[in-house]
């Protein structure tokens, strides 16, 4: 007999349905259970986990030759989330669940050897893509039953255990779904995040992290150890934007691939902040993996990643930045395919001038030969330092600011100006399809957007044309893209002069006016 029963597999962020096909003989005489279509190790265990499972849920497992066939044929499958769909075309194939019952639906988990459901990972992308294929109704382990009601316009049905679920299709004692959640956005920091309230001084340094978050823009902090680099770059998720429920869907669904979602608060509500050490592999930053999870880079979609030390990364994973800050996606190539993550981040790193720290410091002697110091600094490439708008010197504290009784101007104020800054981009940007903020602004478009008053056009003119300055094409646009942002912070419909002169401030390096 033969049973098909939908189940989906998680390519990157996207799933793919598979229909489970199971042909059951019960002449033959030499038992035997084969899974074909490309299974993966944990696929072909789940004979084990089903057998057992069919079983010690007071079913009957018999001993003949079962066949199961995961179509398409060609895809790899990869993961125990088959456990639940393999057990159920068994069940129908055996006459033990009615074959017409499971048809349309699509089943989701891990089974144990008891029959309880387990959590499994990309639930939600799992669900999404059903919806789109036209599947109604969603079986899903209960404790991953509320992630899976992000996704609307599906029946969502949460499952205790195999044994349960045969009691639901026959009738006696039916599972109710799981209605949908009223997630709510975290309208406030997280109480781990620093406000700039705390941070003493550094005056200049808030203003052009403010510019920073109000327009997307990459930057770079150059500063001696201590001058409060890293404290700077931990308060910027306080003064960023609150997500939209479709920014805060897309970073779910990519935590949801990478398995790091809590059960308990399934919706990441806030905008993501990554801080990965500089020992991190290339694979843990960009993505891959025999099975390719997104990296830190995807991690910090739609947020902040921040890279402290950043010379001390190696060479080569810092490369492979390029193409995210530019083209705000990831792929990763493997002879079997190409896989694409998102990753509109905003970049945020942080190094010393020198190995010692201290060139250019006034009151600190640098121990460093120029040769060590060009070395040193030379880490990062021309191409990389291209794709960060802005370059800032942080210098050290002096004692009576830190000591001063007057506080600083909070990062709830500075939000305010950052979101009404936001607010005059998507007014302009509404048309422009994947656009978010000033540094999504498509090159065809920046002429459009990015209007200069005569002054303006003058001052450019000059800037491009100094020899000293050695300003590309590439930062042309991006210095029309970090104006605009600094008149959007003033109200101001055209960019004047006042705002050309600022960007041009922030974007030559530290390195260039030494």
């Known amino acids: 007999m033969l049973a098909i029963v939908h189940a989906c597999a998680l390519i990157g962020i996207e799933g793919i349905i598979v229909n489970v096909e199971t042909d059951f003989n019960p002449r033959a005489q030499i038992p035997s259970f084969s899974i074909v279509g490309l299974p993966g190790s944990a696929v072909r265990e789940s004979r084990e986990r089903v057998r057992a499972a069919i079983k010690n849920s007071g079913l009957h497992f018999p001993n003949k030759v079962f066949v199961v066939n995961l179509s398409p044929a060609d895809l790899p499958k990869q993961g125990p989330a088959y456990d639940l769909p393999i057990a159920v075309s068994v069940l129908c194939a055996t006459d033990q669940l009615p074959v017409d019952a499971p048809q349309g639906a699509l089943f989701i988990g891990e089974l144990s050897l008891n029959g309880e459901l387990r959590h499994v990972k990309g639930v939600m992308p799992l669900v999404r893509s059903a919806r789109e294929a036209g599947i109604q109704e969603i079986f899903v382990p209960a404790v991953d039953a509320a992630e899976a009601t992000l996704v609307r316009g599906v029946t969502v049905y949460p499952v205790q255990s195999l044994g349960e679920l045969v009691e639901h299709f026959y009738g006696t004692k039916r599972i109710a779904p799981l209605p949908p959640q009223e997630h709510q956005l975290n309208q406030t920091a997280s109480p781990n995040v620093v406000d700039f309230a705390d941070v003493r001084g550094q005056s200049g340094v808030k203003r052009a992290l403010e510019i920073a978050a109000a327009g997307g ?267 605009r942002t600094i008149a959007d912070l003033a109200g101001k419909d055209r960019i004047d002069q006042e705002e050309i002169s600022e960007a041009i401030s922030l974007r030559v390096p530290e390195t260039e006016e030494r």
């Open 217 to 483: 823009h990459n930057a770079l902090l150059t500063g001696p150890p201590g001058a409060g680099k890293s404290l700077l770059a931990r308060a910027m998720p306080g003064i960023l934007p609150q997500l939209t429920l479709e920014e805060a869907l897309e970073v779910t669904r990519i935590y949801s691939v990478a398995d790091l979602l809590r059960s308990d608060q399934p919706l990441i509500s806030s905008r993501p902040f990554r801080a990965p050490h500089h020992t991190i592999s290339q694979a843990g930053l960009v993505g891959g993996g025999s099975v390719p999870r997104p990296g830190e880079i995807s991690l910090a979609h739609r947020g902040v990643l921040f890279l402290d030390e950043i010379v001390e990364f190696p060479g080569r994973n810092l490369e492979v930045l390029r193409q995210p800050l530019e083209d705000h996606i990831v792929t990763i190539s493997r002879a079997k395919g190409s896989l694409t993550f998102p990753a509109n981040l905003l970049l945020i790193a942080a190094r010393n001038p020198c190995p010692c720290g201290y060139f250019g410091e006034r009151g600190h002697h640098c121990s460093c030969s120029p040769y060590a110091i060009e070395r040193y600094q030379s880490r990062l490439s021309g191409p990389l330092l291209d794709r960060i708008d802005i370059h800032l010197g942080v210098q050290q504290v002096e004692y009576r600011e830190l000591r001063g009784d007057r506080r600083a101007e909070s990062s709830a104020a500075i939000r305010e100006r950052v979101e009404a800054a936001r607010a005059r981009q998507r007014e302009r940007l509404h048309d422009v399809p994947g656009t978010y903020c000033n540094a999504d602004i498509p090159v065809g478009q920046i002429e459009e957007m990015c209007q200069l008053t005569e002054a303006a056009e003058n001052l450019l003119n000059q800037a491009m044309r100094n020899p000293h300055m050695n300003l590309s094409a590439r930062t042309y646009h991006r210095l029309l893209r970090l104006s």
